[in-house]
Structure formats: structure tokens, C-alpha cells
């Protein structure tokens, strides 16, 4: 078993300034944006080989990137792991004492069901469980 880094999620003020930049830093266009309206962000994708960058600017001044972007400034917000079956991993990672910040997998950007990990149990690095939606 292994985790696959499935995206890296960058935390900034604002996509239309941070998109060119990452665009000429990357020396690639930004594929897709996203509103992800349950997590109160604005998402924007890049591929850089295997891995993703997605850029996160918050749509709402008391959500959680306009707070973690108070605290911390613009930066790395989390890494993301592709797991085959997110349900399970949850559970593995809950019996191993990580604490869960949701208790269910929700939807997130990309057609994804996510899991976050609180960063006190993980060195303070957010760390994201994705798993691609299955076809209804």
C-alpha cells in the first residue's frame, strides 16, 4: 500500500493575480477553476507531471482560507493522498489516533470525496484523504 500525492493546495488572496504567476512559474496554463460553495473557495488546477497544484482563494472573509491566510499568510494550506477506498483509510487512520476533522467523506474539487486530518496529530501539515466519486 502506498499513498500517491494526489495535489498540493496553495492558499492565496487572490486567483486572478496568482493564477499568471503560476502559470509562468509552472510554464503551464491553469486547466480548470472551481467553486467548491460548501468549503467557501474559489479552486484553480495545474498538472505538473503526476501532481497537481490547486490554488485556494476564499470567497467568504470568515472562511477558512481568509483565516488561514490571516494567521499564516499565502502558502502551502495541504497535501493531498489518493486512497482507493476513503472510508477505509478513515477508519485506519482513526484506529492509528489521528483525529478526523469530519467524520464522513465529503465532496469536494475535482469530483472528489475528501477527508481532512486535524494538523496537531501530523506535525501541523493538513493532510487531505481524496478519492475520486464513483459514477451513480
Known amino acids: 500500500f502506498m499513498l500517491k500525492t494526489e495535489h498540493i493546495g496553495i492558499a492565496v488572496k487572490e486567483l486572478a493575480i496568482s493564477i499568471p504567476l503560476f502559470e509562468k512559474l509552472l510554464n ?3 486547466y ?3 467553486l467548491v460553495e460548501n468549503e467557501k473557495v474559489n479552486t484553480a488546477f495545474f498538472k505538473q507531471g503526476e501532481t497537481k497544484i490547486e490554488l485556494l482563494e476564499s ?3 470568515n472562511g477558512v482560507i481568509a483565516k488561514f491566510i490571516e494567521r499564516k499568510g499565502e502558502g502551502l494550506h495541504h497535501i493531498a493522498f ?8 478513515m477508519k485506519r487512520l482513526q484506529d492509528e489516533g489521528f483525529v478526523l476533522l469530519n467524520e464522513e467523506p465529503k465532496p469536494g474539487a475535482d469530483n472528489k ?3 481532512f486530518l486535524h ?5 501541523e501539515v493538513l493532510i487531505e484523504l481524496c478519492m475520486d466519486k464513483k459514477p451513480v
Request: with cysteine; net charge negative; hydrophobic share 25%.
Open 82 to 89: 489518493e486512497v482507493a477506498d476513503i472510508k477505509a483509510e
Open 32 to 34: 480548470k477553476t472551481e
Open 59 to 61: 470567497t467568504d472573509p
Open 28 to 30: 503551464s496554463k491553469c
Open 113 to 115: 470525496l475528501v477527508c
Open 119 to 123: 494538523p496537531k496529530g501530523t506535525n
